[in-house]
């Protein structure tokens, strides 16, 4: 168990307007993939409970798992997708549960790139899409199937990508009854590739050694401001800190640099998510981020084992451990499974396991 004092006197309790909304605290759920929807794509009835259980407390804001705006940019199997009108209705479903929770939705689109499962690819008779020729493995790289290569996209193509696939996807993010869009470029696999400042593919020249990833995020970090400056603000801007690195927690010794360079040039709201419970349970870092007021704080993993995190950070109640082997199965163990305060688990695991995600366009809701 986590140890946690009661935050319901600090700041980060304290409501915040996040674009035409204002939330009634700063704790966020950001995205997290479970690769609980079907194996179309269609969000299912265990995605309904999950989200609708992490909605109750009202003002609260979820972001989805990292959701395929046009299969063009899929890559596993189990992902939901947002581009065809079943995926569409299925998150409406969702959508309207968390509403009447008086909570709120941001979807985040995800590309995979170059991580997308091959197998995937060779199922789907899809190609692999990444910005440049570099497989992320060398176990990719070697897959047998000779159909699946990474396809390098023309700027034409790219262009297309965007003006068409990810504008229906925006449309159908609305018809779906969402209040945010958040686009996923994290991480080295996608933008990061190409924005790096020893980039060399496509034509970059890279550049010289001197030059600071943080002079490059800074300008485009810049650019949005002065977007902002004109009227067309962004409702939050999402980073991830140093203390871990993908999924896993970079010990504190390891730790290197951090992101208080971004909230000196953007002056609006950020949402900041990386391991905000190694200082449990004062809470000492969420407490000095959120004192300006303008930052909302993610909590992925314990949000996982917590569907009501929420009330027990307000209250200090015992967070419950999550089980990382049970993060990315296919059925409701680890998914359903974890009770709120004062409740016992009702569910055997056997009978968690033998449920399967079904796509809600089959079910009365």
């Known amino acids: 168990m986590v140890k946690v004092s009661p935050l319901k006197d600090t700041k980060v309790f304290a409501p915040i307007k996040v674009g035409e909304n204002e939330l009634a605290h700063k704790i966020v759920f950001p995205p997290t993939t479970r ?30 798992e990292g959701t395929f705006p ?23 479903q969702i959508n309207d549960k968390v509403h009447a929770n008086k ?18 690819c060779e ?7 990444a910005p440049s020729e570099v497989y992320l493995t060398d176990e990719e790289k070697a897959f047998p199937f000779e ?17 068409d696939d ?23 696999s996608k933008l990061a590739i190409r924005f790096s400042p020893w980039a060399t593919f496509q034509g970059m020249k890279g550049a010289k050694e001197e ?34 690195s993908g999924i896993m927690d970079v010990k504190k010794e390891d730790q290197a640099g951090d992101n208080e360079f971004i909230k000196k040039i953007w002056k609006g709201v950020l949402l900041r998510a990386g391991n905000y419970s190694y200082d449990a349970p004062e809470f000492n870092q969420l407490l000095s981020d959120v004192d300006d007021e303008r930052t909302l704080v993610g909590f992925s993993r314990y949000y996982i084992s917590n569907p009501d995190l929420v009330f027990k950070l307000h209250e200090g ?37 033998k449920h399967l995600p079904e796509a809600l366009k089959s079910l009365k809701v």
Request: a negative charge; charged letters at 25%; glycine letters at 6%.
């Open 35 to 64: 690769f609980r929807a079907t194996s179309e794509g269609i969000p299912s009835d265990l995605q309904l409970q999950y989200y609708e259980e992490r909605s109750r407390y009202p003002g609260s804001l979820l972001v989805t």
């Open 70 to 92: 046009t299969e063009k940019t899929g890559g596993y199997f189990g992902v939901p997708g947002i581009y065809n009108d079943e995926q569409v209705q299925a998150w409406k």
């Open 103 to 120: 909570s709120f939705t941001s979807i985040q689109f995800w590309a995979l790139g170059r991580v997308s499962d091959p197998k995937f």
């Open 123 to 129: 199922a789907t008779k899809l190609p692999l899409i």
């Open 147 to 163: 159909e699946v290569k990474i396809h390098t996209p023309s700027t034409e193509e790219l262009e297309q990508l965007i003006r």
């Open 166 to 188: 990810y504008t229906k996807a925006a449309k159908n993010a609305v018809a779906a009854g969402f209040d945010y869009i958040e686009l996923h470029s994290a991480h080295a």
């Open 211 to 244: 030059i600071h990833p943080y002079a490059t995020f800074s300008y485009v970090v810049g650019e949005l401001q002065k977007r902002a400056n004109n009227g067309k603000e962004l409702a939050y801007i999402s980073l991830v800190e140093p203390r871990v």
């Open 317 to 353: 109640h015992d967070l419950t451990p999550y089980d990382r082997e049970t993060f990315y199965l296919n059925s409701n163990w680890g998914y359903n499974t974890y009770t709120v305060y004062g409740k016992e688990l009702q569910i055997a695991e056997e009978e968690a396991r």
